[in-house]
Nanobody, 117 residues
């Protein structure tokens, strides 16, 4: 079972960019479907983007064309490139690993993104 550690969050101006990283320790990282979620204060945690073990990509409508999810299985890392950031992108961003065959659903501790001038 993997453990997840996110990094790369911070304060950025509207229109700016950030790249989040999620480093996984443990075995069989390539077998996991990896997701990025975010949660703003007082709101529910929402799915932002996902990448399957086979490389299939999915995005929330609110981030399509601005965010790109990718993975490097050799480095056990998944990334979220965020461009054209908006104040409404401000949230705590979480990395999530899912593997249905082992009923695994693992979360990182989150990294804060603040988009403000």
């Amino acid at each position: 079972q993997v453990r997840l550690v996110e990094s790369g969050g911070g304060l950025v101006q509207p229109g700016g960019s950030l790249r989040l990283s999620c480093a996984a320790s443990g075995s069989d990282f390539s077998m996991y479907h990896m997701n990025w979620y975010r949660q703003a204060p007082g709101l529910q945690r929402d799915l932002v983007a996902g990448i399957s073990s086979g490389g299939y990509l999915s995005y929330a409508d609110s981030v399509k064309g601005r965010f790109t999810v990718s993975r490097d299985n050799a480095k056990n890392t998944v990334y979220l490139q965020m461009n054209s950031l908006k104040p409404e992108d401000t949230a705590l961003y979480y990395c999530n690993a899912v593997r249905h065959t082992t009923r695994s659903n693992i979360w990182g501790q989150g990294t804060q993104v603040i988009v403000s001038s």
